[in-house]
């Protein structure tokens, strides 16, 4: 599927004109479509603005004829329960869903930062800058899981920066939720991106989503800090060695603490690998972090401005 990818400001300058006679300009008589953004095999993704409110969004236009005919509409069912489930600051909005006779249309939040991988790209990043992007990544994946949803695709090519640079999980097309766990507890579908993919997913004996969720994101922190892959080969099959093995070395610039974290995380056997809880009382992980107070009204996400605490009781407000 196409992910929602920003990599340059607002194209404004790409909207189609609402002042010309063709109606078919604006998409649902709300939204004035601009350039492409992104593409892949099912669906495109586009720019948008909605002409009442003004607002910039993205727009997954999605070919129901293909998805028929790729036996993918349980998959795409599955993509939007998934989305509405996990409302979140640091996870990007599903907003609406739309369909008409040859095409299904997610409104989707606009992230206008880029990959994180464009940001990695230039050279590893100064630790509290790392730091602080591990943190917002842990809370989403925790949210996510709190609420039986696991991505295991985590990357920084999935990971999106908005304007005031905060990390926002993208591409959930290859997430799953509990009920597709066996009978055993674990899922059995072999997938992610090689380099970040956990040993036991490898193994192909089945695995727990959360744990598999937690390697990526130690892959992904070490990424951040050390500029390069922790376990990485021209050969994917030496590569795979290498992660079964749980072969890698944390580089001279690394604190104490995060290497011992990483080594946690990068933990080969899963049933000792460490798990959210411990990642939040975690001393590397807490230096600076603060706990984000939302809750949902309207079907939009709204952020709780609380500098005095007044909020921690409420049953309204969810935090992580």
Known sequence: MADVVSKSPTPTSNLISPNKKETSNLLLGRFEIGKLLGHGTFAKVYYARNIKTGEGVAIKVIDKEKILKGGLVAHIKREISILRRVRHPNIVQLFEVMATKSKIYFVIEY?????????????????????????????????????????????????????????????????????????????????????????EVLARKGYDGAKVDLWSCGVVLFVLMAGYLPFHDQNVMAMYKKIYRGEFR??????????RLLTRLLD???????????????????????????????????????????????????SM
């Open 111 to 199: 992230v206008r930062g880029g990959e994180l991988f464009n940001k990695v790209a230039k050279g590893r990043l100064k630790e509290e800058v790392a730091r602080k992007y591990f943190q917002q990544l842990i809370s989403a994946v925790g949210f996510c899981h709190a609420r039986g949803v696991y991505h295991r695709d985590l990357k920084p090519e999935n990971l999106l920066l908005d304007e005031n640079g905060n990390l926002k999980v993208s591409d959930f097309g290859l997430s799953a939720v509990s009920d597709q766990i066996r009978q055993d507890g674990l899922f059995h579908t072999f997938c992610g991106t090689p380099a970040y993919v956990a040993p």
């Open 250 to 259: 944390c580089p001279r610039w690394f604190s104490p603490d995060l290497s």
């Open 268 to 318: 080969t056997k899963p049933e000792t690998r460490i798990a959210i809880p411990e990642i939040m009382e975690n001393k590397w992980f807490k230096k600076g972090f603060k706990q984000i107070k939302f809750y949902v009204e309207d079907d939009r996400l709204c952020n709780v401005v609380d500098d005095d605490g007044l909020m921690d009781n409420d049953d309204d407000t969810a």
